[in-house]
T-cell receptor, first 112, second 114 residues
Framework: QKEVEQNSGPLSVPEGAIASLNCTYS??????FFWYRQYSGKSPELIMS????GDKEDGRFTAQLNKASQYVSLLIRDSQPSDSATYLC????????????FGTGTRLKVLA | DTEVTQTPKHLVMGMTNKKSLKCEQH?????MYWYKQKAKKPPELMFV???????INESVPSRFSPECPNSSLLNLHLHALQPEDSALYLC?????????????FGSGTRLTVV
């Protein structure tokens, strides 16, 4: 059973702090990794994708991938109350498949 | 146009009704998806269309019937649903199905079955 695990939270951080969201996956052959943000009652929105070990930065967001340890993380710098949402980690386990495996999501609360 | 448009946004239907959900994208994406999401749960894949052909049916009950009339349009026909089918139904698209591209999700249809 291929799995993607996230701490459901809520993860509470003060405004301006760094929020660190983590995701582990069970299939060592996984190739592609995505972070989606989902506001309550809204649809998921793609914020980051990462395919290679290391860090990938986009504005206030940094995705980190460590395939040897089978984890992917998302750092949000200078967190804002508008970042309060559920963050879904998604993994494509094998290249050539159609299917994401979603984690259950981590709820982030940024306190003003 | 970088959006996936879903209609209607909200739908209330009785268990004997027939209704349809519509999804449209004009990004030239060749893969389109239907997901179902219950509260506080991740999206669950229902169907995948690749180049207008049904590629994956995740053992979805036959009361849900997908249709892809053309490369821009995806429908989900609903008939004889149960109250437990009440959920947020999400359409998504990506450039190709068997690729590493992320998905663009529509805003969803909030379905309530009474």
């Amino acid at each position: 059973q291929k799995e993607v695990e996230q701490n459901s939270g809520p993860l509470s951080v003060p405004e301006g702090a760094i929020a660190s969201l983590n995701c582990t996956y069970s299939d060592r052959g996984s190739q592609s990794f995505f972070w989606y943000r989902q506001y309550s009652g809204k649809s998921p929105e793609l914020i980051m994708s990462i395919y290679s070990n290391g860090d990938k930065e986009d504005g206030r967001f940094t995705a980190q991938l460590n395939k040897a340890s089978q984890y992917v993380s998302l750092l949000i710098r200078d967190s804002q109350p508008s970042d309060s949402a559920t963050y879904l980690c998604a993994v494509i386990p094998v290249t050539g498949t159609y299917k994401y495996i979603f984690g259950t999501g981590t709820r982030l609360k940024v306190l003003a | 146009d970088t959006e996936v448009t879903q209609t209607p946004k909200h739908l209330v239907m009785g268990m004997t009704n027939k209704k349809s959900l519509k999804c449209e994208q004009h990004m030239g994406h060749r893969a389109m998806y239907w997901y179902k999401q219950k509260a506080k749960k991740p999206p669950e894949l229902m169907f995948v269309y690749s180049y207008e052909k049904l590629s994956i049916n995740e053992s979805v009950p036959s009361r849900f019937s997908p249709e892809c009339p053309n490369s821009s349009l995806l429908n989900l026909h609903l008939h004889a649903l149960q109250p437990e089918d009440s959920a947020l139904y999400l359409c998504a698209s990506s450039q190709e199905a068997d690729s590493d591209y992320g998905y663009t999700f529509g805003s969803g249809t909030r379905l309530t079955v009474v």
